[in-house]
């Protein structure tokens, strides 16, 4: 077998920051046999800074056992094991292991779906195993590789160059450097020990912006350069519009389960109840409240989002950006291959009277066939028509970079040497001071009266549409080996070569489509404004405001930010500014959306709160995107964000439903403990309702969303949630007491059968209710997945039957009377209907209040408007002023007294404990001398009154 002359690795322990480029051997070699690349892979590990650490699936299991209140649980199984209560241990443990076994299974099998479509377009690498090029997955380079570069790939790993072609890397994510770097094989300084210093060696993140070179591997994963600083250039993106509304829910989900939690607590202590049957009861209200099963509920409906979008040739990477992708009203897009087919083809090549020519031909030509950096579409068209360039040979190159936007080569015919230049055609014309008439037979200067007439003539070739570049040459010295940017000057300017790029059929239907959608359109472009605004013209794109890069160079971010908003097109721009652009969209309230496939647009994929991006982008931009399509095309991307929505529809469903039914249940049984001398529902009672009611959700996922949820983007919106929680939990806990009269009053219920009845009855109405809040339309006009209705009919009927049944004494059930269930189907029939009313009235009169008109700040809650929410002030009620609408005037009052009342209740739950803990110490009977009473303190089933006794 072949091995390299020298380890290919720095020696375990070395720092990856080691100057090896200074010593290594540039002896090209064979690479590696497959043979060796499987030994190094098992040596070395894959080629990641962070290399996954696949755990085992008992591993992932035990680690949903973390979770606080599933810990509090198991140790109050425990207490109730040690105390000799078995049966109840047991019961707890088992209800346990089901819910959290519920959550993994479903978790796991989405997130196995969702990794086989990321897996699909993950960055590979061209390498040389056995003789051969080889694509492999970049996490497979090893040590001692040879790696095939070329313009637009991203640099797997560290390594030295063996042989290069104008090779030119940039390297800014690591030294900062503003401008590509060229790479050449050889050796270096002795004193090269920095980075930028290190012209033979490339470095892992790098990207290759022209030429082509062979490398080999020399360090991967964390001992490369990149990864010994991976913890500072690869910090977490920014929280997007979901994320930011899922934290702000669980916060509320938080406050509203430790008032509740300490409220119950608290009572139950106060009314002598043993200590640890009240700890059960208010744990288990806990878990009831806590809607457990969401992240099961997001991580299979965006999987399931994910599966039907790669259905349509459309691949997730990242879960999250699906309903990012939903919610978005703003897409930022290139119009080249998006808007137009992207198959340019040359028009014309004039010169400075207008007319064809040959010679500006044959320049654009040569300049074309010599560049080695990333050939574009308008190169290739140019290189359709055939030249002869066989006396000509290649000297050097100053490849195209986005802040000078041309590209020179210096090439040599043995009696010339020119330096031909090709680029836009405003930067072009300010570094010449001579233009070529008649086809070059004569040269004039080039005056302020020339310049004019020839910007002219360019702006009547982007008028028609065309997409013009500038094309220029100068001799330099027979001895002139080198070129770069100083070279650029005291150029003859030659003429315009000039493309079209027809618009693509279907553009205009799909980005009217997504006008109705509430998706608005901005194209972000480095062409033409003339060029651009044709475009639109043909496609029916109504255009309100263009802004250049020239102008949004002069602008602080404050005032972008106002124009962005209003502005359609941004036309000639370059990374930084398209950067900046989305940025100043996200910071206005809008979730941006931004569609590139170049190395330029990177930067904007990243920002962006959904980056996608095409199958056949450059490495950077696969790299940074969230989505990745197969096929270029709007309609394509129209279909993704109704999914995205549909995603989020389902969400919304679960999340309404769940915190609605268990708020209403959780405060029945709060309230209940105040009159009630038994706990209304036992601790396993309660986690079996829960168990049963998760089993009726997890069908949400494969519902059917409305249509009319999916016409307009739609984000987390805390009042929205805040609103709905009370009104349909105030209503659920209304049926409750109703039910509470009926147990106590005409069925004379001990407290086995009081529980059994409640158990039926609120699970029943959970269940049920699932029918009529799952849609904005009457229950009957929309069909629910047969699903989500075989699964919710199971749950009730396990509801009815359990009680008739053997596992039903391990509950504590008792069999109810016949007359229960005909007054229970009364009820139902009552709460639906009202239930149905109620959600009218809650679309009508708070739905559609509880939201903003127009973009949100980011971050900013909805309560926390100036007008509204926790911050507002409270409103008395108006004279006539219903109940409904006054609660949803002061809804944000309502949560900060959430907030308030739990911080007084665990003031109070420490005092009485701290007052039961020092009585139990038998200091409170030293005191009832002076205060001459003895309180009855036996808050712990232990009396400290002297005249009782211990």
Same mark, same amino acid.
């Not at 119009?335 to 207008?354: H, N, S, V």
């Not at 010449?432 to 080039?446: H, I, K, M, N, S």
């Not at 809008?590 to 095409?614: E, F, K, M, Q, W």
């Not at 509470?740 to 059994?756: I, N, S």
């Given at each position: 077998?072949?091995?390299?002359?020298?380890?290919?690795?720095?020696?375990?322990?070395? @720092?990856?920051?080691?100057?090896?480029?200074?010593?290594?051997?540039?002896?090209?070699?064979?690479?590696?046999?497959?043979?060796?690349?499987?030994e190094?892979?098992?040596?070395?590990?894959?080629?990641?800074?962070? @290399?996954?650490?696949?755990?085992?699936?008992a591993?992932?299991?035990?680690?949903?056992?973390?979770?606080?209140?599933?810990?509090?649980?198991?140790?109050?199984?425990?207490?109730s094991a040690? *105390?000799?209560?078995?049966?109840?241990a047991?019961?707890?443990?088992?209800? /346990?292991?089901?819910?959290?076994?519920?959550?993994?299974v479903?978790?796991?099998r989405a997130?196995n779906?969702?990794?086989?479509?990321?897996?699909?377009?993950?960055?590979?690498a061209?390498?040389?195993?056995?003789?051969?090029t080889l694509?492999?997955?970049?996490?497979e380079? %090893?040590p001692?590789?040879?790696v095939?570069?070329?313009?637009?790939?991203?640099?797997?790993a560290d390594?030295?160059?063996?042989?290069?072609?104008?090779f030119?890397?940039n390297?800014?994510?690591?030294t900062g450097?503003?401008?590509? /770097?060229?790479?050449h094989?050889?050796?270096v300084?002795s004193g090269?020990?920095?980075?930028?210093?290190a012209? $033979?060696?490339?470095? &892992?993140?790098s =990207?290759v912006?022209?030429?082509?070179?062979?490398?080999?591997?020399?360090?991967i994963?964390?001992?490369?350069?990149l990864?010994?600083?991976?913890?500072?250039?690869?910090?977490?993106?920014?929280p997007t519009?979901f994320?930011?509304?899922?934290?702000?829910?669980?916060?509320?989900?938080?406050?509203?389960?430790l008032?509740l939690?300490?409220?119950v607590l608290l009572?139950?202590?106060?009314?002598q109840?043993?200590?640890?049957?009240?700890?059960?009861?208010?744990?288990?209200?806990?878990v009831?409240?806590?809607p457990?099963?969401?992240?099961?509920?997001?991580s /299979?409906?965006?999987?399931?989002?994910a599966?039907?979008?790669?259905?349509r040739?459309?691949?997730?990477?990242?879960l999250?950006?699906?309903?990012?992708l939903g919610?978005?009203d703003?897409?930022?897009?290139?119009?080249?291959?998006?808007?137009t087919?992207?198959?340019?083809?040359?028009?014309?090549c004039?010169?400075?009277?207008?007319?064809?020519?040959?010679r500006?031909? &044959?320049?654009?030509?040569?300049?074309?066939?010599?560049?080695?950096?990333?050939?574009?579409?308008?190169?290739?068209?140019?290189?359709?028509?055939?030249?002869?360039?066989?006396?000509?040979?290649k000297?050097?190159?100053?490849?195209?970079?986005?802040?000078?936007r041309?590209v020179?080569v210096?090439?040599?015919r043995?009696?010339?040497?020119w330096l031909?230049? #090709?680029?836009?055609?405003?930067d072009?014309l300010?570094?010449?001071?001579?233009f070529?008439?008649?086809?070059?037979?004569?040269?004039?200067?080039?005056d302020?009266?020339a310049?004019?007439?020839?910007?002219?003539r360019?702006?009547?070739?982007?008028?028609?549409?065309?997409?013009v570049?500038?094309?220029?040459?100068?001799?330099?010295?027979?001895?002139h080996?080198?070129a770069?940017?100083?070279?650029?000057?005291?150029?003859?300017?030659?003429?315009?070569?000039?493309?079209?790029?027809?618009?693509?059929?279907?553009?205009?239907?799909?980005?009217a489509?997504?006008a109705?959608?509430?998706v608005? /359109? #901005?194209i972000?472009?480095?062409d033409?404004?003339?060029? *651009?605004?044709?475009?639109?013209?043909?496609? $029916?794109? @109504?255009?309100t405001?263009?802004?250049?890069g020239?102008?949004?160079?002069?602008?602080?971010? =404050?005032?972008?930010?106002a124009r962005a908003?209003?502005?359609?097109?941004f036309c000639?721009? $370059?990374?930084?500014? #398209?950067?900046?652009?989305?940025?100043a969209?996200r910071?206005?309230?809008?979730?941006?959306?931004?569609?590139?496939?170049?190395? $330029?647009?990177?930067?904007?994929?990243?920002?962006a709160?959904?980056?996608?991006?095409?199958?056949?982008?450059?490495?950077?931009?696969r790299?940074?995107?969230?989505?990745?399509?197969?096929?270029?095309?709007?309609?394509v991307?129209?279909?993704?964000?109704l999914e995205?929505?549909?995603?989020?529809?389902?969400v919304?469903?679960?999340? %309404? %439903?769940g =915190?609605s039914s268990?708020?209403g249940n959780?405060?029945?049984?709060a309230?209940?403990s105040?009159?009630?001398?038994?706990?209304?529902?036992?601790?396993?009672?309660?986690?079996?309702?829960?168990?049963l009611?998760?089993l009726?959700?997890t069908?949400?996922?494969?519902?059917?969303?409305?249509?009319?949820?999916?016409?307009?983007?739609?984000?987390?919106?805390?009042?929205?949630?805040r609103?709905? &929680?009370?009104?349909?939990?105030a209503?659920?806990?209304?049926?409750d007491a109703?039910?509470?009269?009926?147990?106590?009053q005409?069925?004379h219920?001990?407290a086995?059968?009081?529980?059994?009845a409640?158990?039926i009855?609120?699970?029943?109405?959970?269940?049920?209710?699932?029918?009529v809040i799952?849609?904005?339309?009457?229950?009957?006009?929309?069909?629910?997945?047969?699903?989500l209705?075989?699964?919710?009919?199971?749950?009730l009927?396990a509801?009815?039957?359990?009680?008739?049944?053997p596992?039903?004494r391990?509950?504590?059930?008792?069999?109810?009377?016949?007359?229960?269930?005909?007054?229970l189907?009364?009820?139902?029939a009552?709460?639906?209907?009202?239930?149905e009313?109620?959600?009218?009235?809650f679309?009508?009169?708070?739905?559609?209040s509880?939201r903003?008109?127009?973009?949100?700040?980011?971050?900013?809650?909805?309560?926390?408007?100036?007008?509204?929410?926790?911050?507002?002030?409270?409103?008395?009620?108006?004279?006539?002023?219903?109940? &409904?609408?006054?609660l949803?005037?002061?809804v944000?009052?309502?949560?900060?007294?959430?907030?308030?009342?739990a911080g007084?209740?665990?003031?109070?739950?420490?005092?009485?404990?701290?007052?039961g803990?020092?009585?139990y110490?038998?200091?409170?009977?030293?005191?009832?001398?002076?205060?001459?009473t003895?309180?009855?303190?036996?808050?712990?089933?232990?009396s400290?009154?002297?005249r009782?006794?211990?």
């Amino acid at each position: 077998m072949l091995r390299p002359a020298r380890p290919p690795h720095p020696p375990a322990g070395a @720092p990856a920051s080691e100057a090896w480029w200074r010593g290594a051997d540039t002896v090209e070699g064979a690479g590696l046999s497959q043979l060796q690349a499987d030994e190094a892979l098992r040596r070395w590990g894959p080629n990641s800074l962070q @290399p996954q650490q696949g755990r085992s699936l008992a591993l992932q299991f035990l680690a949903r056992l973390r979770n606080p209140l599933v810990l509090i649980l198991l140790a109050a199984s425990a207490i109730s094991a040690a *105390t000799g209560d078995a049966a109840n241990a047991g019961i707890i443990v088992l209800m /346990v292991l089901l819910s959290v076994t519920l959550d993994f299974v479903q978790e796991h099998r989405a997130n196995n779906a969702a990794e086989k479509l990321r897996a699909s377009v993950a960055l590979r690498a061209s390498v040389l195993r056995d003789g051969a090029t080889l694509e492999v997955a970049v996490t497979e380079v %090893m040590p001692g590789d040879i790696v095939l570069l070329a313009a637009g790939d991203r640099v797997p790993a560290d390594g030295l160059v063996l042989q290069a072609r104008d090779f030119f890397v940039n390297q800014s994510l690591l030294t900062g450097e503003s401008y590509p /770097v060229e790479k050449h094989p050889g050796a270096v300084a002795s004193g090269a020990t920095e980075l930028q210093d290190a012209l $033979n060696a490339v470095f &892992m993140g790098s =990207t290759v912006v022209s030429g082509s070179a062979r490398v080999r591997v020399m360090a991967i994963g964390a001992r490369t350069a990149l990864g010994e600083v991976a913890h500072s250039l690869q910090a977490e993106p920014p929280p997007t519009a979901f994320e930011l509304g899922m934290h702000r829910f669980g916060m509320m989900i938080v406050r509203l389960t430790l008032l509740l939690v300490l409220f119950v607590l608290l009572v139950n202590l106060l009314l002598q109840r043993p200590l640890l049957e009240a700890f059960l009861f208010a744990v288990a209200l806990a878990v009831g409240l806590t809607p457990e099963l969401l992240p099961m509920v997001v991580s /299979v409906t965006l999987s399931r989002g994910a599966v039907r979008l790669a259905a349509r040739r459309v691949i997730v990477k990242r879960l999250a950006s699906i309903q990012n992708l939903g919610a978005m009203d703003v897409l930022c897009t290139d119009k080249t291959g998006t808007l137009t087919e992207a198959r340019i083809r040359l028009a014309q090549c004039a010169d400075a009277d207008g007319r064809d020519s040959p010679r500006v031909l &044959m320049l654009a030509h040569l300049n074309s066939r010599f560049e080695s950096g990333l050939r574009s579409p308008l190169d290739e068209a140019v290189l359709a028509h055939a030249i002869d360039t066989g006396g000509w040979t290649k000297i050097d190159e100053v490849p195209f970079d986005f802040e000078r936007r041309r590209v020179s080569v210096l090439l040599d015919r043995g009696d010339a040497r020119w330096l031909v230049v #090709k680029g836009a055609p405003d930067d072009v014309l300010a570094l010449c001071d001579r233009f070529e008439r008649d086809d070059g037979r004569t040269v004039a200067a080039l005056d302020a009266d020339a310049t004019a007439l020839l910007r002219e003539r360019c702006h009547a070739l982007e008028r028609e549409g065309l997409r013009v570049l500038g094309v220029a040459w100068r001799d330099v010295p027979a001895d002139h080996a080198h070129a770069d940017v100083r070279d650029e000057n005291a150029l003859v300017f030659a003429g315009f070569a000039a493309f079209i790029d027809p618009p693509k059929a279907g553009a205009g239907e799909a980005l009217a489509a997504l006008a109705r959608s509430g998706v608005s /359109v #901005k194209i972000v472009s480095g062409d033409s404004e003339l060029v *651009t605004q044709h475009l639109c013209s043909l496609l $029916n794109i @109504p255009v309100t405001g263009v802004l250049t890069g020239h102008e949004i160079s002069a602008m602080d971010d =404050t005032a972008l930010r106002a124009r962005a908003g209003s502005t359609t097109l941004f036309c000639r721009v $370059n990374p930084a500014q #398209k950067n900046r652009i989305v940025l100043a969209l996200r910071a206005r309230g809008h979730v941006v959306g931004y569609l590139g496939d170049g190395i $330029n647009d990177a930067p904007a994929l990243r920002s962006a709160d959904v980056g996608l991006t095409v199958d056949s982008a450059v490495d950077v931009a696969r790299e940074v995107a969230d989505i990745v399509m197969l096929d270029h095309d709007l309609a394509v991307l129209h279909e993704g964000v109704l999914e995205g929505r549909r995603t989020f529809g389902n969400v919304m469903k679960y999340i %309404m %439903m769940g =915190t609605s039914s268990n708020f209403g249940n959780m405060l029945s049984m709060a309230g209940a403990s105040l009159f009630l001398p038994f706990l209304p529902m036992l601790p396993a009672q309660i986690l079996l309702n829960n168990v049963l009611y998760d089993l009726s959700q997890t069908a949400i996922p494969l519902d059917r969303v409305d249509e009319s949820d999916l016409r307009r983007p739609r984000a987390l919106d805390m009042t929205f949630i805040r609103r709905s &929680m009370w009104l349909f939990g105030a209503l659920s806990s209304a049926f409750d007491a109703l039910t509470f009269w009926l147990l106590l009053q005409v069925l004379h219920a001990d407290a086995a059968l009081f529980r059994t009845a409640w158990f039926i009855e609120s699970l029943a109405t959970q269940v049920l209710v699932i029918f009529v809040i799952r849609t904005r339309a009457r229950p009957w006009a929309s069909r629910p997945a047969a699903v989500l209705t075989a699964a919710s009919l199971a749950v009730l009927a396990a509801a009815l039957l359990l009680p008739f049944t053997p596992l039903g004494r391990y509950f504590e059930f008792e069999p109810p009377p016949a007359l229960f269930f005909a007054w229970l189907a009364g009820m139902l029939a009552g709460y639906l209907a009202l239930a149905e009313l109620a959600k009218r009235f809650f679309y009508a009169r708070l739905a559609g209040s509880a939201r903003q008109s127009g973009p949100r700040k980011r971050g900013l809650d909805p309560s926390q408007h100036p007008a509204r929410g926790a911050r507002a002030r409270f409103s008395l009620p108006l004279f006539g002023e219903s109940p &409904m609408s006054f609660l949803s005037n002061n809804v944000g009052t309502l949560d900060r007294a959430l907030r308030v009342g739990a911080g007084l209740l665990l003031v109070a739950l420490a005092t009485v404990g701290t007052i039961g803990y020092w009585g139990y110490l038998g200091i409170v009977p030293l005191l009832t001398g002076v205060v001459g009473t003895c309180p009855a303190y036996s808050l712990f089933g232990i009396s400290t009154c002297p005249r009782r006794g211990n």
